[in-house]
């Protein structure tokens, strides 16, 4: 942290926002005013606070700001799906997705800048770790999104309706900041996002799922892509710290830990054309998943330059899929979006780089940046 630094409000929940409210000798309810006006009303301007006294406002411009990343670029895809690259303090940047379909609008949210699981199809990984994101790096992607489509008559009616912790990292090893950035889109105050629309994606850190159960209601994915582990450890490293059945039994706590109606998983598996995609992988993974609560949802793989793997043929995924929902293992295929502008999983800034050799012009500093940094990990 910087000396003096200005607490940036963006990031503290309503519990901690009271906190710092009582912090400066001012009533609790302040919280709930500094709330709305950021989160509901998406100022980020003290001095338009407008039912708070010239003196807080003047204080509070002192002591406090509401700081969010800067946008570097915003591309809207011919489907509706926009993708935005963010600049993050210290070099580096991270992306967003949002995905309208109908009346529902979803975001896929980043919490690290590039992620140290190093999964072996992901272009993320390709790139390494460089920092995890702060609570209102996280939190703060909600509200450029919504920024991003004007002024709203009716403040209920946020473009965001769901979100997905499925951009850049591995959310559960940046837990502190990703808990604390879900109370906040899931508050009244903040966002108000139902707790089945919030979903955390995990390549499967045991002990962190655990604790998440314990902590906070929101739904779970995990990354499973292989059925047994030999392959798993091939394609998900983190597979050899925490292999498939300790990872499957955190799996049935989780669900044993929630309701009837809410303790379904999705097990994501993404599609490389001859490694996971054959028929014996679909009946070892049904074995594996049979009689447990979970959903799968076969993701085709996007590929970017040298993966050194291919998208399964649709014959294939589609037999995969038939397999599975034939024998009651509920199973859908993402629908890919927004692979013209490279918002589709696993694209993200990996293509950053590529479309910058093609382009000089398009966020050349970034790409520069991003490649001194790797060179120093
Ligand atoms: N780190 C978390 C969340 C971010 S990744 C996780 O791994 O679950 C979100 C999803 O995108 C994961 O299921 C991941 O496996 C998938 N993904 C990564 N690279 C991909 C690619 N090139 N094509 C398709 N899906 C990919
Ligand atoms: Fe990290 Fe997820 Fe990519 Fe694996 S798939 S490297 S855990 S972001």
Request: a positive charge; proline letters at 3%.
């Given at each position: ?15 901690q ?12 309810f ?20 407008t ?50 379909d109908?009346r ?9 800048v ?27 992607q ?9 002024p ?44 089945r ?10 002990p ?8 906070i ?24 710290k ?41 009946v ?24 050194g793997y291919?998208?399964?043929k ?53 790409f ?10």
């Amino acid at each position: 942290m910087r000396r003096n630094e200005k607490v940036n409000l963006m990031g503290l929940t309503f519990e901690q926002m009271e906190a710092f409210c009582l912090s400066i000798g001012e009533k609790k309810f302040r919280a709930q005013q500094l709330m709305k006006w950021i989160h509901h009303q998406q100022v980020d301007d003290f001095s338009q606070m407008t039912d708070l006294s010239k003196s807080l406002r003047e204080k509070l411009a002192e002591i406090a700001e509401v700081r969010l990343p800067r946008v570097i670029t915003e591309n809207i895809s011919r489907d509706g799906t926009r993708k935005w690259a963010l600049e993050v303090e210290g070099g580096g940047a991270v992306e967003m997705v949002f995905i309208p379909d109908g009346r529902r609008g979803t975001l896929c949210v980043s919490s690290q800048v590039g992620c140290a699981v190093d999964c072996s199809f992901c272009s993320t990984g390709k790139q390494g770790f460089q920092r995890d994101l702060t609570t209102a790096e996280i939190v703060g992607q909600i509200w450029l999104a919504g920024k991003s489509f004007g002024p709203r008559k009716n403040l209920g009616q946020h473009p965001v309706t769901n979100v997905v912790m499925m951009g850049m990292g591995e959310p559960l090893l940046n837990y502190d900041n990703v808990v604390d950035a879900m109370r906040i889109m899931l508050d009244n105050y903040g966002y108000g996002i139902s707790k089945r629309r919030i979903t955390l994606s995990t390549s499967g850190v045991v002990p962190m799922m655990d604790k998440l159960r314990e902590d906070i209601d929101v739904s779970l994915a995990v990354s499973l892509h292989a059925p047994n582990d030999e392959l798993r450890n091939e394609l998900v490293p983190l597979n050899r710290k925490y292999p498939l059945a300790e990872l499957l039994a955190a799996c049935d706590r989780y669900s044993a830990s929630r309701t009837h109606k809410h303790n379904t998983i999705t097990m994501e598996y993404v599609m490389l054309r001859g490694v996971n995609d054959q028929h014996k992988h679909a009946v070892e993974l049904e074995r594996l998943l049979r009689g447990r609560p979970v959903k799968v949802n076969l993701i085709p793989f996007n590929p970017f330059p040298h993966s050194g793997y291919e998208t399964s043929k649709r014959q294939d995924v589609l037999a995969f899929h038939k397999y599975l929902n034939d024998r009651g293992v509920v199973t859908t295929v993402r629908t890919t979006r927004g692979d013209d502008i490279d918002a589709a999983c696993g694209q993200l800034v990996g293509a950053v780089k590529d479309r910058t050799r093609r382009n000089e012009r398009w966020q050349k500093s970034i790409f520069l940046r991003t490649e001194q940094q790797g060179s120093a990990l």
